[in-house]
């Protein structure tokens, strides 16, 4: 990368998002450090949560059972962590021309509330009120297969839908949530998630790369590598 690239991509904001297991959290740590490798300096963030004010908000996200939420509290909920995180994080790394990599943002917000039943439109313009004009210049959603997510994540499909009825409506959309809510997200809500990311290129007013998720993480990182190389 020489230095008319890096001159590119100084103080700008990329994002990885996609479902559940498909890598976006070794991608972020893959792009990073090769981005610093090459003189940039770079700033990782995570959404929700990434300030203290942030993770407040993203434990109760976490520690809640979310079928007991009203799907538009939620999203605030999600939309509140994010404006703390562009304020105190993203907004003074991309002022000071620094790149910022995160792992989730709206898009997230768009696919599993949009899976949930809530107009993606209505996510699209709330984010403004929550991040202003810092949208990404390019989000990368990693694509693939619920079964292998699953598989990712050392569970099995099978357990999808446990004690769905105890934990049905809203789920959470996290990784590290309970096991039992996670259990309790029933496959088809996990394939409607991932529907919602594919259909994110139409609809997502910053541009949105599809990148394949399969294969090794290294395999998956030089697919990402190409497409920044482009920007």
């Not at 003189?39 to 990434?50: A, I, N, R, S, T």
């Not at 439109?121 to 004009?133: H, K, Q, S, T």
């Not at 809500?189 to 394949?212: A, G, N, Q, T, W």
Request: charged share 25%.
């Amino acid at each position: 990368m020489g230095h008319k690239m890096m001159k590119k991509l100084a103080g700008k904001f990329i994002v990885f998002d996609g479902p559940d297991g498909c890598g976006k959290t070794t991608q972020v740590r893959l792009l990073a450090s090769h981005l610093e490798s090459q003189g940039l300096e770079v700033v990782q963030c995570k959404d929700p949560g990434g300030t203290v004010i942030g993770d407040r908000i993203r434990h109760v996200l976490l520690g809640y059972d979310l079928s007991e939420m009203d799907v538009r509290c939620e999203t605030l909920l999600f939309m509140a962590s994010r404006a703390q995180l562009a304020g105190e994080k993203i907004e003074p790394a991309l002022a000071a021309g620094k790149v910022v990599i995160c792992d989730r943002f709206v898009s997230a917000t768009c696919a599993y509330q949009g899976a949930a039943g809530y107009d993606v439109r209505r996510v699209i313009e709330l984010a403004p009120y929550a991040i202003g004009d810092t949208w990404p210049n390019v989000t990368f959603v990693l694509d693939i297969d619920v079964e292998a997510g699953f598989e990712r994540m050392g569970r099995k499909s099978s357990q999808a839908g446990r004690n769905r009825k105890k934990n049905s409506g809203q789920q959470p959309m996290f990784t590290d949530a309970m096991t039992d809510a996670m259990e309790a997200r029933p496959m088809e809500f996990h394939r409607r998630v991932r529907e919602m990311f594919l259909s994110l290129p139409k609809v997502y007013p910053r541009p949105v790369h599809i990148v394949d998720g399969r294969g090794s993480p290294q395999e998956v990182h030089q697919r990402v590598l190409e497409v920044v190389q482009k920007k």
